[in-house]
């Protein structure tokens, strides 16, 4: 270090020296650890030990580590409580995690994250930082057993709709309300939390079981050391995120999420992330993509396995095997190794196939999502069509209209949904709510109830990834902007083919015009400071809702 170079930097070097690090500690790479760990989020509670053994790799390849927290809220937690705060998080937790590496100068970053809009939005922040990077996850939590039977969470939600039909608490709800979320970890079902999670190993930059591993498994440990040993080789090598997340590499990830039947916030992430990556993907190139890659594996709540089955018969691994014709197989991994080199290590006689099908006897010929359009969502509608039983894939029925996630519960509770119904629940989208909550305890509820084979859902808010049955969301324009769904009225026929991609509103056009000309936004609620910044700036959600980081390409360009 040159003597102008000391002076330059004896403002940073003392206020580190105050903290701990010595000289020769900031002469080595320094590697920001961004961690998402707290005491009240399942999926991230193992960080608090994990980013100990990252640490202990950083330091034994000859690095310095530092880390530093990012928010994490637990969606299943803000549940009826604080929901709209959900989906905002995932840009705020981008924009805090840049803010902080931008300002310190990091040369390179592991991201410590597992949950629904926490690795989005890790990956948000790490597209546009294009540093050398790594992530791990947590790990999955344990399924409860009980009776012979396998119990993850959806299965608490759908039972909450059982419990109203009962009409009491019963001692099976009870123990189900106290066991089925039995430990620490991710959620045991293919939720939006294990998809994003798979979602980066498939595109390389994770190691490769970590999402499925149980969070005690002593292997996770292992992981978490030789991610924090490698990071500082990629530093070293100047191997920086966009040489490994290339748009190949995106196009690979995208196709394992059709394969194994993803969540339907996937679809509002990779549209979100691709903004920030400069990828520019439409809705429709993501439907004209997965619909060409059949679902060959479903899990809880869309089956009866859970991660833990899913781990067992072959893991992300094996479903990136039967792909293996559709995947460009000379990627980069950032572990080490190519796409190509990755399947050839897999022994097909290893997988279960009654679990992971092969490619030939898919579960679903076309993909785990169907994108609908129609007078009621002229830029797009999301439904995971893999989710659906045959029966309800076509459905047409009269509109049950509510303003709000709260009207269409207290329906619910009081039962009065008839089946045959279109139960619509508006102003619940990224302006309109604001914030676009996850209508995940309604959805589980019509399943509780034993409606999901006569009622269909339709929404401008979203859904779970622990949501099934016949439920469309992400209806755009929405109905803050005056979509047609806000001109829907009680008893309106809505019609909805999930395999010609349509929903439509059998209303004609001069009666929707009448009603467009005396339409009025219903009042709402003072929402905070926050919601309103977001509903002020928020964009749609055919381009993933998107709220700090309009800007299409990388800080800079």
Not at 248 to 256: D, F, R, S, V
Not at 525 to 550: C, F, H, T
Request: proline letters at 5%; a negative charge.
């Amino acid at each position: 270090m040159s003597d102008v170079h000391k002076v330059n930097e004896a403002y940073y070097c003392g206020l580190m020296h105050s903290v701990g690090y010595r000289e020769r500690d900031l002469q080595k790479p320094v590697i920001g650890i961004v961690n998402s760990w707290n005491d009240v989020n399942p999926g991230h509670k193992p960080f608090k030990e994990l980013v100990q053994y990252v640490k202990d790799g950083i330091w034994a390849a000859g690095g310095t580590p530092a880390e530093f927290c990012v928010p994490a809220p637990c969606d299943g937690i803000a549940q009826l409580r604080g929901m709209e705060y959900s989906l905002p998080s995932r840009d705020l937790i981008a924009a805090s995690a840049e803010a902080m590496i931008r300002a310190h100068g990091f040369d390179g970053v592991v991201f410590l994250g597992s949950c629904d809009k926490i690795i989005p939005g890790m990956l948000m922040a790490a597209a546009s930082l294009d540093l050398p990077t790594l992530f791990l996850t947590a790990g999955a939590m344990q399924p409860y057993y009980a009776r012979e039977k396998t119990y993850v969470t959806p299965d608490l939600k759908e039972a909450i709709g059982s419990a109203y039909v009962e009409g009491s608490e019963t001692v099976d709800f009870a123990e189900k309300r106290l066991n089925i979320c039995y430990s620490a970890g991710t959620c045991s079902m293919y939720g939006t939390a294990n998809t994003m999670g798979c979602f980066t190993e498939a595109i390389g930059i994770t190691p490769l079981g970590s999402t499925l591993l149980p969070f005690y498994a002593g292997e996770k440990i292992r992981q978490a050391r030789c991610v924090g040993e490698r990071i500082v080789e990629l530093v070293k090598k100047k191997k920086v995120f966009s040489e490994i997340v290339t748009k190949e590499a995106c196009m690979n990830g995208i196709k394992y999420v059709s394969a194994t039947g993803g969540s339907t916030n996937f679809v509002l992430h990779i549209l979100a992330f691709s903004k920030v990556l400069g990828m520019d993907l439409t809705l429709e190139d993501i439907d004209k993509l997965q619909e060409e890659i059949p679902v060959i594996a479903k899990f809880k709540p869309s089956s009866d396995y859970n991660l833990e089955d899913f781990r067992r018969a072959g893991g992300v691994e094996a479903v990136l095997y039967e792909l293996r014709e559709k995947l460009s197989l000379d990627v980069e991994l950032a572990m080490g190794g190519t796409m190509r080199e990755l399947v050839k290590a897999v022994h097909p006689a290893q997988i279960d196939r009654q679990i992971i099908r092969p490619l030939c006897e898919p579960i679903h010929e076309s993909g785990s999502y169907a994108v609908l359009y129609g007078n009621l969502a002229e830029r797009g509608a999301v439904v995971k069509q893999s989710g659906v039983l045959p029966e309800m894939l076509c459905h047409r029925g009269p509109a049950v209209v509510c303003n709000s996630e709260e009207e269409v519960l207290t329906k619910l509770r009081e039962m009065t949904i008839k089946p045959g119904s279109v139960l619509v629940v508006r102003y619940e989208g990224p302006k309109g709510g604001p914030g676009m909550k996850e209508l995940s305890i309604p959805a589980a509820m019509i399943v509780g109830m034993g409606l999901h084979t006569s009622v269909a859902m339709i929404t401008d808010g979203r859904f779970s990834g622990a949501t099934r049955g016949p439920c469309v969301g992400h209806i755009t324009p929405e109905a803050w902007d005056g979509g047609t769904l806000a001109l829907v009225e009680n008893g309106d026929m809505i019609s909805i083919d999930i395999p010609n991609h349509s929903i439509a509103l059998e209303v004609d056009d001069s009666t929707l015009n009448k009603r467009r000309a005396v339409w009025k936004r219903p009042e709402r609620k003072p929402s905070s400071a926050i919601l309103e910044g977001y509903r002020q700036n928020v964009g749609a959600a055919d381009e993933g809702a998107v709220w700090l980081y309009q800007k299409r390409g990388k800080a800079g360009d």
